[in-house]
């Protein structure tokens, strides 16, 4: 998959087949447009590109900066390379680009920038300035311009039931096994690993500390949690706290990792670890035994969910 980090950059001179939107965890309802796009393409011999947009269109135009997201841009590469497809697009969000009529984001950026031949789009989607063009206007244009316009209708998107706030929601309660089977994949956590204060090694449980620069990516709710990771070519499990550690009056979140059965050091490379289950709320103890107590039963814990 290329990227391209914009739609002036775009120089692939093919026919495309195109489709457009945030795509906010890239999950199974996206899939479904994502299959179609990708299909579409092989047949016809078109490229299957998708253009999405950043900083999300909420945080430029509301100034919603509480807003998080399910995927950084680096993750949502990887998705859709996986998936198939041939171009991602990334066309920079700004103030100035809202502005832009339906009429002049059809015409020249879609058709004669990224030479759309087919869009395929779910069945509420606006765009324009004040997002006042709808699909029936887009219908019209490729009319008026040559391209076909694919409507992926209710009742298939709304078969699946699932939306990027059901996962955020979900997520932010700890109820992994929801949000995963919406995403269709394990929702994943990528940064550097960074040093600590050793606690956890002094407790006998050695931790990463994985620092996460994208601030606008969602972290879910604080507690213990299964996961797994591909370190030195292998799968490895191990167990996760995201938290402010209480026990120790701890002031800032932190997202600690004790793999299992690994003990290489890991400091300063970049790490993506995948949530599997849940375990436990985040808890406050009173003395350091009763925490690595705790810590004991949760692996054993672990231990019991990756061999099931």
Do not use: C
């Not at 198939?84 to 004669?112: C, E, H, W, Y």
């Amino acid at each position: 998959m290329v990227t391209v980090q914009s739609i002036s950059k775009y120089d692939k001179n093919q026919a495309s087949v195109i489709t457009i939107g945030t795509f906010d965890g890239v999950h199974i309802g996206h899939k479904l447009i994502l299959e179609r796009l990708i299909n579409d393409a092989r047949i016809h011999d078109r490229v299957a590109a998708v253009l999405t947009f950043f900083p999300h269109p909420r945080m430029v135009l509301q100034k919603d900066s509480d807003l998080k997201l399910l995927n950084t841009i680096e993750e949502k590469k990887k998705i859709l390379e996986e998936l198939g497809i041939d171009f991602l697009i990334i066309q920079p969000f700004t103030k100035t680009f809202s502005r832009l009529s339906a009429t002049a984001f059809v015409r020249d950026m879609l058709v004669n920038a990224l030479h759309a031949k087919k869009i395929i789009i779910g069945y509420d989607h606006r765009f324009g300035r004040n997002r006042n063009a709808n699909i029936n206007d887009l219908i019209a244009f490729g009319n008026a311009l040559d391209f076909e316009v694919e409507e992926i209708p209710a009742q298939e998107i709304e078969a699946v039931a699932v939306s990027s706030t059901k996962i955020r929601n979900a997520l932010l309660e700890g109820d992994v096994a929801t949000a995963n089977a919406y995403l269709g994949y394990s929702y994943m956590l990528s940064g550097k690993i960074i040093k600590g204060k050793g606690l956890g090694r002094q407790l006998g449980f050695p931790t990463a500390n994985l620092k996460i620069k994208e601030t606008y990516k969602l972290i879910p709710k604080n507690g213990a949690y299964v996961i797994e990771s591909h370190l030195k070519g292998r799968k490895v499990y191990g167990m996760m706290n995201i938290g402010y550690n209480p026990t120790v009056d701890g002031e800032n979140q932190s997202i600690e990792i004790n793999f299992l059965d690994f003990e290489e050091d890991l400091y300063n490379q970049n790490l993506q670890v995948n949530i599997l289950e849940w375990i436990r709320e985040e808890q406050k103890f009173n003395t350091l035994d009763e925490l690595k107590e705790q810590l004991h039963k949760d692996q054993i814990t672990t231990r019991r969910i990756i061999s099931a």
